[in-house]
């Protein structure tokens, strides 16, 4: 259970957000090239650490000794941009930390939030269970966000094969294991896999034919 004072109040959050969407309008309106797909970004220098430095050391250099500046090269453009980069690294500092707070409060909020609902759920399985007029249905349309799909990859890794193969012999598990292998002495024969299996579900009670729970 969290406190109430981790939560942002509704005003605030409605403060954020216009104030977030105003500097995304802001942003975008001085971004006149199209959105940079990965390829740009891999191929643009940008400005790390070690480039920054060399850019920063440049400009001192420059200004030092002006004599070995190019005519079409002017220092104020450049110092101009130094400054763009230091404005816009503090905007994206500022942005990040922002993100990892927000986070946080989301995180935080829907765990109570979860928490409060699985309330609710225990207290509508219980009622199922005792038979309490209404509750069975109104349990049938909550159950199923807690069954667990299992995750199949395109096929089974041997470890995996394995596994499951000696889950079937011990009664763990139910399901089959087909192995089929064409056998070619030039491409070394060709095997598939077909794995499907799952666990034996334990319940504590089930479903009669009329619908109703029988413990």
């Known amino acids: 259970m969290i406190s109430p004072n981790a939560m942002y109040p509704f ?83 500022l942005l990040r930390q922002a993100t990892r707070v927000n986070m946080d409060y989301l995180l935080t909020t829907g765990s109570e939030a979860y928490r409060l609902s699985l309330m609710y759920y225990n207290a509508v399985k219980e009622a199922a269970r005792m038979r309490v007029p209404g509750a069975q249905e109104l349990f049938k349309i909550l159950q199923p966000y807690f069954r667990m799909q299992a995750v199949k990859h395109d096929e089974p890794t041997e470890h995996e094969v394995e596994r499951d193969a000696r889950a079937l012999l011990k009664g763990r598990k139910e399901g089959r294991i087909v192995i089929e292998n064409q ?33």
Do not use: C
């Open 183 to 215: 056998a070619d002495k030039v491409m070394k024969g060709e095997r598939t896999i077909v794995d499907e299996t799952h666990k034996r579900e334990k319940a504590a009670w089930k479903e009669t034919e009329s619908g109703e729970i029988d413990e």
């Open 11 to 93: 005003q605030i959050l409605a403060i954020v957000i216009e104030a977030a969407q105003q500097m995304l309008i802001d942003l975008m309106e001085y971004w006149h090239g199209p959105a940079l797909t990965t390829a740009d970004r891999h191929r643009l220098s940008g400005s790390g650490v070690r480039r920054y430095g060399f850019i920063d050391k440049t400009s001192d250099i420059a200004s030092d000794n002006p004599e070995f500046v190019p005519r079409y090269l002017d220092l104020k453009d450049l110092k101009d941009l130094i400054r763009r980069i230091e404005m816009l690294r503090e905007v994206n500092v």
